[in-house]
Structures are given as C-alpha cells and as structure tokens.
C-alpha cells in the first residue's frame, strides 16, 4: 500500500520550483527558480542583492517552506536586523504562503508567533525567527542539525557581530546560508561576499529593470526623481552597492539604516518642527515634524503663497493638543519665509527664523550655518540611536548633497541651485529636517524659555 506523503516527497523533494506552482499556487520567475534550484542541488554559500520589489520575501518564503518540509531534521533560522523587518515583512510573508498550502499540508505545521514547527517532531524540524541585533549577536550562534538553513534578510545591516557569532553554525558541511539585501553600505560581510569573498559565494543581482514585478513607470520615476547615476537608483532600482563618492556628505547606509530601527516615539520629549517656505515654481515648500530622537512625519506642497502656506502651519498647530505642540517652530527665514516667520509669530506660534547663510559657531570649520546644521545632522545619523520615516525622497535628497572645502578650508554644503544644474530637485524635505537641528541647538543654549519675539542667536553654539 503506498504512503501518500512518501510519494509527495518523491515528486517534489528535489523540484522546488514544481512544488510551488503545484502547491502553492504561484509562477516563480526564472531568477527566482535559479536560486531555489541551487539551494536544493547543494549550494551552501548565497548571496542576493536586490532592487525594491522584485520578490525576495516571497522567494526566501518558498525555499523555508520547502527546506522544511523535504529534509528532516532540518533547523531553519530566518533572521533580519529589526522585528519591523523580520515579523512585519518576511515572516509575515512565511505565514502567508503557509496559508496558500492545501489544508492537509496545513495541518502538518504548527505556526506560532515566531515560529513554524513540524507538529509531529518540533524539536527536530522548525523554521525559527529571530532578530539580529549587535547587543544580542547570539541570534545565528549555536544552530546545529543534520540539516540547517540559515536566511538573512536585509544583510547589508545586520551588525558584524552577528556575523561573527554566526560563523559556527555557517561553518556546518550541511548547513546553507542564504544572504538576501538591498546593497545599501560598501562594507560588511554582505558587500565582502559580492566582492573580496565571491570565490566564495554564489551570488545573484536582481534588478529592477529585470523583473517583470516592477513596473516601467517606476523605473522611469526613479530615474527622472533621482537621476539614473544616483546612489538611491542604483541600491533601489538597480540592485547594485552605493558608489562611495568621496564628496557625498552622509553615506547612503546611515540614511537607509534610520528608517529600519525599531525606536518608538517618546511621548515626553520636546518636539521641533523644521519649515523650508517655497512660493511658486518648482520647489516646493516642506514641513519636518521630529519629536525627540524621532521623525514622525515630512510633507510637502506646491503653489501656495506665504498666507496660505501661515494657514496650513497654524492648522497644523491648532490640531494638536497643547502637550503635543511643538516647543520650537525652525523657519528658513531666506526670501519669503521672512513674511512666514513675521506672521506666525503675529499669530502666537512658537517660531524662530533660521538665516542658513549666516555665519556659524564654528567659524573655522564651517562656511555658513547651513554647512554646520548638515554636518550637525549626519552626526545624529552617525550616532545610530535616530529614525526617519522610509519616505524615497527624503532619503534621496539626504544622499544626494555633495560637499566641497573652501579656499580657506571650511567646509561647503552644495547649494540648491548646483543641485538644480546636476538635473536633481531641490533637497526641500532634506532641509526642513537639517533646520529642526537648529532647534536642538536653540534648546541646548536654554533659548527654550526665552520670549518667542527674540531672533535666533546668530552664532548656535554647541553644534558639533
């Protein structure tokens, strides 16, 4: 008499790209149907860089399900350096494949919140999520099993000591490592297996422009936004590293690694408002909302003029209870955000004109205050304990700004009009965030409790 489940391994233990159309319902393409056919014929070592979109999530979920299903005793680890990323993003997408299975294959899984066992022999065959953090690099350490699966996702921020814990269970003649990211840092054990380890490594590009997952009009977006020579192009359409161009003032990576961070707001720190006025044309004007360590929310508009654009703000201001108010409203005071800040200080709004062409704290360090509160902002970025919203064109814009060195050695932010002449967008959103530095700055001189009337100081000590 035959066995049901015997002849369900026969046919698809070693046609993974079969038991998903099959199985699960789904047509995986023919770079999808690559990977999955070396992680069956024995490939131990794999690495994919990856535009947005392209179906990483629901390939890694197909090669889980079968891996757990076709090899016993198998540990699978799925790992990403954030639970936003692992529980929100693959592992949800895991759960959803499970759901497409028919219900006899169902029922021989047990799915749990961060977990995926096989009901009869749970301590033997399991898919296992597990975030990857530098505080606790154990996430990958000391997985051992007959067969082993290990599944990075976004590796390209997955702290190094991770790696580094990671090496023994990595280590195993029959274990696999599945490596998948957007290459957003130019180091890393990531970029080392595209690069200086690909002897070693197999490893796969997946660009936008390939796959028929990703429509044309976002490619032709990205390219016209952005420019086909950007870093933002190239990690989010093209699926290749950043360049690191010497004159880019904030690296792409401490960018990316800012939207990813699982930081909740404080509801007891003081919020700043950053505001860059724009009247017609083009530009646009743009309003940064940061509450403590915190961006919640960066939004623009077009075509209108100082009063209408006073009456949003006060709207905006009004909207919210008093605890909730802003401390500090940071207005680019260049042009007509003169009559913006005269306005809404008529009107009772706690704001402060910001001239960025002014001269800085550190006169000889910085050629003008917009050139000390860019700079002011990548040390935030640098120290790792911020987050911004995943908006593409803040990101792009903070990526964007090259920097250059005066005659005298100060340094240089590129202005919006250079920016203009490169065929990019003026950094309008970029902006209303380097100005609610400025309000750090204010606080820290304990300017918080002064009268309102009062101009900003010229010279914002303490910015580093």
Known sequence: MSNPFEEFVQIYAKEPVRFVREVLGADPLPYQAALMMDVVNGERKLSVRSGHGTGKSSCASWIMLHYLLFNYPCKVIVTAPTSGQLFDALFAELKRWIGEMPPNLQQLLTVKSDRVELSAAAAEAFISARTSRAETPEALAGVHSEHVLLVVDEASAVPEPVFEAAAGSMSGHTATTLLLSNPTRTSGTFFETHNRLRDSWKTYRWSCIDSPLVSDEFVDEMRERYGAESNAFKVRVLGDFPASD??????????????????????????????????????????????????????????????ATVGRVKAEFDALPPSLRPREIMVDSIGIGAGVVDRLRELGLPVRGVNVAESPSMGQTYANLRAELWNKT?????????????????IAELAAVRYTFTSAGKLQIESKERMKARGLPSPDLADALVLTMAGDAATAMGLGGLSWQKPLRRNLRGIA
């Open 378 to 394: 990548k040390g935030w970025l640098e120290g790792r304990s911020c987050k911004i919203p995943e908006d593409e064109q803040l």
């Open 246 to 307: 010497d004159d880019v003032l904030i690296p792409y990576h401490l960018i990316d690694d800012a939207t990813k961070r699982d930081i909740e707001v404080d509801v007891g720190a003081a919020a700043v408002w950053g505001l860059d006025p724009a009247r017609f044309g083009s530009d646009r004007t743009a309003l940064c909302k940061r509450v403590g360590s915190v961006v919640t929310e960066v939004t623009s508009w077009r075509q209108l003029d100082t009063m």
